[in-house]
């Protein structure tokens, strides 16, 4: 009643509550789950690079993808910018990550930049090196994370673009993210999710962010709740003045369906950009030399400076929500939380850290003693090729088999909480959580007989860390009780009981059946129904 559950037991007992205007669905003997919660996605940043852009391919070369520019340029003509998301580079291609790949096969013209598909590097060609002024960036902040020629000049290859904040620089009006919001939201719908923590947004004058959220709120437009973590660049000059505005803007965002719930920080780059911070140099095949430990956006000269942000952080009521992808940054990270818990001890945090591809030693008891909470993609534990060719040159093979812990967190105690970063369905989650096994290679080996001898090849079905699996029911509170805490939201969200949201999602199947979890059907499991705070939002979307 009023998008609040008012009642929990049997059918004959609920029965008792219908009217004559009470809506009753019945689902047989299928299974209600509380609302699935994504704990970190990026519906903002995927905007940056995406609305009013081109869509490319990884399996595409870097001259296709420049190719896919030119059609998308022509077919577009009059823009100021042209972007596109999703390349990647592949070590037999003819071309290198310069700027004379796109200036010869897009457009030389224009300014045209291509997002990476992890969302951290970024290809310009040379329109845009001058566009967005690359050589006074160099000039302030060096070529750290900026690749230049012999001649010191920028080729057009960019490591680490958040830390440039360059497709923030480009104008998206509100009416385009809103639109952008919506479609995105039906996405996430569909992937079985009712709930999600967008992990990065912004409010500027190019990027009214907030603004486009608040208004789908308020006009009744959002299905799904949002959360938001406001970003604070590793480049702002006052980032504690930062701490106040979020502060303010989370007071005024009080909507039910959108609210800013904490700050997010970036503390290094990707596996894919051979920009993760590690705590031993990469191996000889990533080609960085002998001394190369990733890409260092916070260094041991601001860790200070980095404890008071989350000090300040905390004291407002906000969280702070890092992402941490190499075991450098994870530590790093547990010693700023580890400094501000002893400073704050009774402060209820909920500080996290997000994707925590590898993690060494100790780290679990430290998330767990400092109150540190884990938020991990169980897909990305499985052995995708390319990524896993990624990972090997930067740990060597027999680390790379122990990368991304998830059992090591739970059974420490820590708070430990599914995200897909971006997109993926969270049946699909549940699926290698259970078995770390990779999505391909697990459908070929169900219906073995179906595919090609090149095909079985190519994806070989191989368990990663078999000792890091977990069963489907601490799967299912990685997607409802422990996100919910996270967002500070364990008295609306994350179990069926009476008082909190209407939040539902009907499955045909019992994810806690290890027979069930395990079967590579449940890849493809799609919802049989969800509800939002009372109202259905899939499939009929009666709302």
Known sequence: QDGKIIFVGSAEEANEYAGPDTLVYDYGENVIYPGFIDGHSHMGLVATMLVDGALLSPDYTLRQDAEVMK?????????????????????????????????????????????????????????????????????????????????????????????????????????DLKEFFLVQQNSCIKQGFTCICDAGIVE??????????????????????IRALYE???????????????????EECNNDYFRITGVKIFLDGVVEALTTWT???????????DNYYGYIRWNDDRKEELIEIIKAANEKGL?????????????????????????????????????????TGDMPKRFADN??????????STWEPGRKEDEIKVYGEPEARNMFKIKSF?????????????????????????????SKAAHIAQDYSSYSEEMKKAFPDEIRGAEECIDGFTSLKCLTNNPAYLLKEENNLGSIEVGKAADFIIYDRDFTDKAVAEDASCLDTAPVSIISSGRMIFPANVY
Request: aromatic content about 8%; charged content about 25%; some cysteine.
């Open 71 to 175: 059609q998308y340029i022509e077919e577009h003509p009059g823009k100021e910018v042209y972007k596109g998301l999703g390349f990647w580079i592949h070590e037999n291609d003819e071309d290198k990550p310069t700027h004379e790949v796109l200036d010869k096969y897009a457009s030389d013209e224009v300014p045209v930049i291509i997002a990476g598909g992890g969302g951290h590097a970024a290809l310009l060609n040379q329109k845009a090196i001058d566009y967005f002024k690359v050589k006074d960036l160099i000039s302030v902040y060096g070529t750290d994370g900026i690749k230049v020629d012999e001649n010191g000049d920028p080729t057009g290859y960019v490591i680490e673009t958040p830390k440039f904040d360059l497709f923030q620089q480009i104008p998206i009006s509100k009416e």
């Open 204 to 225: 500027t004058e190019q990027l009214p962010m907030v603004s486009a959220y608040r208004e789908l709120a308020e006009e009744g437009k959002l299905k799904i709740k």
């Open 232 to 250: 604070i660049a590793d480049v702002s000059k006052e980032p504690l003045k930062d701490v106040d505005r979020i502060a303010a803007l989370a």
């Open 279 to 289: 705590l031993n140099p990469y191996t000889a095949a990533a080609g960085k030399g």
């Open 319 to 359: 969280q702070v929500h890092m992402h941490a992808i190499g075991e450098g940054a994870a530590k790093y990270a547990l010693d700023c939380y580890e400094a501000a818990h002893k400073a704050l001890p009774d402060t209820d945090a909920r500080n996290a850290l997000a994707h925590l591809s590898y993690t």
């Open 371 to 380: 109150k540190v909470i884990a938020v991990v993609n169980p897909t990305w």
């Open 410 to 438: 739970t059974d420490e105690g820590v708070v430990t909480s599914f995200h897909t970063d971006s997109s993926g369905a969270a049946a699909a989650q549940i699926f290698h959580a259970v078995t770390r096994r990779e």
